[in-house]
């Protein structure tokens, strides 16, 4: 029973130091525990980090965009020494696109915003701007709670939602948040997203943040200071191979520990349990980030701009002359080389010089397919020493940062109970 301590403290072990797995982390420290994090990769950040580059500017492994609204990754930040008045760039939200459709939201007090940035949009008539604005009315007396979860594209027919709003801003935000096509996606998850963004009463929740940063120094870089600062242990390029969990303790790859957060990817997670536990199937979702490099004066009107009529989805000016093009969910623009897609991005674009540089990153299961009434794997196991953090064990929210980190702090939190009950 010994091996379970180091000195008076409970040996705990996080397996996956992604954005659930460092929050999971820093909060079992804060709690008291040691903690040894495991992580197959040589680098902190899963998904969402910066990329391996031998030349060029920096660049992350994935285009991510950040709101307001994503309150427990900015605290998480600012408790690891991160601040993110300095690392982000905080703009009211603005929708626009290459085919002339605006929204932008003003900095007024919520549902102010959201008002004017309704009567003021650009592309759109007066009585489809009405209809929308009764339709967010309606859900907000609802809590954004739906009577029963369907495919965001059936719900938006059902709302009478089928104009130029429709194409220019639900179905772009439904892809960009969920990245589940809008008829395929769950509804209800995407009312939350809207609940805790448009919908929301604080105005901040609206502001779109963009890293002025690579992603590695936003977060996962200074967690992984900050755990080395107080005595965790950090294995990294450690593939953990096998829990074997039992009533007071867990074994990873042998090792005892008094319990585990498991933070790995979905597709990971059968290797590692043991057999009996239940996994939920879960269907994928790609995303391709392709950068351009053009001329560094080279500037979109706003640092993000929708894609309108092509394959395309979103395109973030990350200065300097790189732009990051956005492809989600499956799509035509799976089967093209590298070199096309970079051609069609420019294209699309729609400026007239061509990139000096291009570069392509795929990720084939970048997140789970957001589906209607989908089963999210439980935080909870059958053993009292393991628990699961990710995105995929948040119901509430779809495969985002926000959802990891929530994630992570609720496993690091139900672990602490368990271990504190035994």
């Known amino acids: 029973m010994n091996e379970i301590f180091t000195g008076s403290q409970l040996r705990v072990a996080v397996v996956g130091a992604g954005w659930a797995g460092l929050a999971a982390a820093v909060d079992l420290v804060t709690a008291g525990a040691s903690v040894t994090l495991f992580e197959a990769g040589r680098q902190p950040g899963g998904r969402a980090r910066r990329a391996a580059t031998r030349d060029g500017p920096p660049l992350d492994n994935g285009q991510h965009l950040f709101l307001g609204a994503y309150r427990e990754c900015l605290a998480l930040m600012r408790r690891v020494g991160a ?13 626009s696109d290459n085919a002339g459709f605006s929204l932008a939201l003003p900095r ?25 604005a009764l339709w967010m009315q309606g859900l907000k007396a609802r809590q954004f709670v739906l009577a029963a979860d369907t495919t965001v594209a059936d719900w938006l027919d059902a709302a009478g939602q089928t104009g130029v709003l429709r194409r220019r801003l639900w179905e772009p935000l439904c892809l960009a948040a969920l990245n589940t096509p809008a008829e395929r996606a769950s509804a209800q998850v995407f009312a939350h997203v809207l609940r805790d963004s448009l919908g929301s009463p604080r105005r901040a929740d609206t502001d779109l943040l963009l ?4 992603l590695s120094a936003v977060f996962p870089d200074p967690a992984v200071a900050w755990l080395a600062a107080r005595g965790a242990e950090l294995r990294f390029g450690r593939r953990v191979r096998v829990l074997e969990p039992d009533d007071d303790q867990v074994r990873v790859d042998g090792e005892a520990f008094a319990g585990a957060v498991v933070a790995v990817a979905p597709q990971h997670l059968a290797a590692l349990l043991p057999p009996a536990s239940p996994l ?5 979702e790609p995303i391709a980030t392709v950068y351009l490099g053009y001329d560094p004066a080279v500037a979109l009107p706003f640092p993000l701009m929708a894609l309108a009529g092509g394959i395309g989805q979103w395109v973030v000016d990350r200065g300097n002359g790189v732009l990051a093009a956005i492809l989600s969910g499956h799509g035509p623009w799976e089967d093209l080389p590298d070199a096309d897609l970079a051609a069609e991005m420019h294209r699309e674009i729609g400026l007239p010089e061509p990139p000096a540089w291009h570069r392509t990153l795929r990720e084939q299961r970048a997140t789970f397919s957001c589906r209607p ?15 699961l953090a990710g995105d995929h064990t948040w119901a509430e929210y779809p495969a985002t940062l926000e959802g990891a980190v929530r994630s992570g702090r609720g496993a690091a939190a139900a672990l602490d109970h368990a271990l504190r009950a035994a």
């Not at 890293?211 to 690579?214: A, M, N, T």
């Not at 009434?373 to 628990?387: D, K, M, N």
Request: net charge positive; charged share 20%.
């Open 83 to 95: 601040e993110p008045e300095v690392l982000f760039d905080r703009r009211p939200l603005r929708v």
């Open 108 to 132: 007024l007090p919520a549902p102010l915003n959201l008002a004017w940035g309704l009567l003021a949009a650009r592309g759109v008539t007066a009585r489809e701007k009405l209809a929308t």
């Open 211 to 214: 890293p002025r940063v690579p």
């Open 280 to 284: 939920p199937a879960l269907a994928f």
């Open 373 to 387: 009434g989908l089963a999210r794997l439980p935080c909870l196991t059958a053993h009292r020493s393991v628990v």
